[in-house]
């Protein structure tokens, strides 16, 4: 049950640290300072000002950091439009899930040399920041202004940035990201091991189980089944119920209840766990992760607040439970 929980999310580390790295290299040189003076002009229309860029940029790392760098911001409106809308955008916890629906979804074709999977990716991606935008937009409307405000900053000289101090700092947070995750998905593992071994016997008894059950008729299968009426219009089968239910934890615990849940399902043919999920299909034929479902599923990713984390920050930087429920529901619903 670890093992392949563990290891479906160990396998994006790579990709994060990546991305990372840019990002520290951007602000280590002195362009990310830059960005803040270029794009005050460019937000202002939406209610933000130009310091907003950073915890919408940082945001494509995480949300947590993201948000709480929203205190450089003075203005009380722009701050609180500012932490509202940064979720939206593309954060390493959602490019497992990414990964794997579009790699399963995505046919493998290129567009003038450019393959479509990294098309859909960079898609994501501009989804999450156009979106933000837009709702940045519409709550500049409803929240009150308190005061203008005025971009004053000191632009830092140009440097080369420190190479090795970034790849550093890469690794250290690459490693809580592991770890923390790593965390999360080893409970959510050893928890869905044991619903998927145990089921309940024909008269219930609250200490005695069935053991070493069919995974169709252990209690994780009666868990997502009762879930499936909400889901399926959706697309969804239980599994996905299930995966999604666990990643209100934190996004990328879908991927590990996905390796967890087709690493237990004797019925999966052998291969890699996008092989297993491909070849999935419902009662009547019909593939569990058909094209529509896995679009459904990128964008049900793009939108909905997945992370407990964040909601926890969210009103500890705004000490409001209004607008943090009213942010979970928006985003989710």
Not at 191 to 202: A, D, N, V
Not at 213 to 226: A, D, I, P, R, T
Request: charged share 15%; net charge positive; hydrophobic share 50%.
């Amino acid at each position: 049950g670890i093992i392949p929980g563990l290891g479906g999310i160990i396998i994006f580390a790579p990709q994060i640290g990546i991305l990372l790295y840019f990002l520290y290299l951007l602000e280590d040189s002195g362009y990310m300072a830059r960005v803040i003076f270029l794009m005050d002009r460019f937000l202002r229309p939406f209610g933000l000002n130009g310091k907003s860029i950073v915890p919408l940029v940082s945001g494509t790392a995480c949300a947590i950091p993201a948000i709480m760098s929203t205190r450089n911001i003075e203005n009380v409106k722009e701050r609180l439009i500012t932490i509202l809308v940064t979720p939206f955008m593309t954060c390493s916890a959602r490019l497992p899930v990414y990964s794997i629906i579009i790699a399963l979804v995505i046919p493998k074709k290129f567009f003038f040399g450019i393959s479509f999977q990294a098309i859909a990716l960079m898609g994501m991606y501009f989804l999450g920041f156009i979106t933000a935008l837009i709702s940045a937009f519409i709550l500049k409307y409803f929240i009150q202004n308190k005061g203008n405000s005025f971009l004053v900053m000191d632009l830092p000289t140009y440097k080369m940035p420190l190479w090795s101090y970034n790849f550093r700092m890469v690794l250290v947070k690459v490693w809580e990201f592991i770890t923390g995750a790593g965390k999360i998905i080893f409970a959510v593992s050893v928890i869905l091991w044991f619903l998927s071994y145990l089921g309940p016997k024909e008269k219930f008894e609250l200490f005695s189980h069935e053991t070493d059950v069919k995974l169709e008729n252990s209690y994780l299968s009666q868990m997502g089944h009762s879930i499936e009426p909400m889901i399926k219009p959706l697309g969804y089968d239980w599994k996905m119920g299930v995966g999604i239910i666990t990643s209100f934890a934190a996004r990328e615990v879908f991927v590990g209840t996905m390796s967890t849940l087709y690493s237990l399902d004797e019925e999966a043919e052998e291969g890699s766990i996008i092989q297993k999920m491909r070849n999935d299909v419902k009662p009547n034929g019909e593939k569990v992760f058909s094209f529509a479902t896995g679009l459904s599923i990128l964008i049900f990713y793009a939108f909905a607040m997945q992370c407990i984390s964040t909601i926890a920050v969210v009103y500890r930087e705004t000490k409001s439970w209004q607008w943090t429920v009213l942010q979970t529901v928006m985003m989710s619903g």
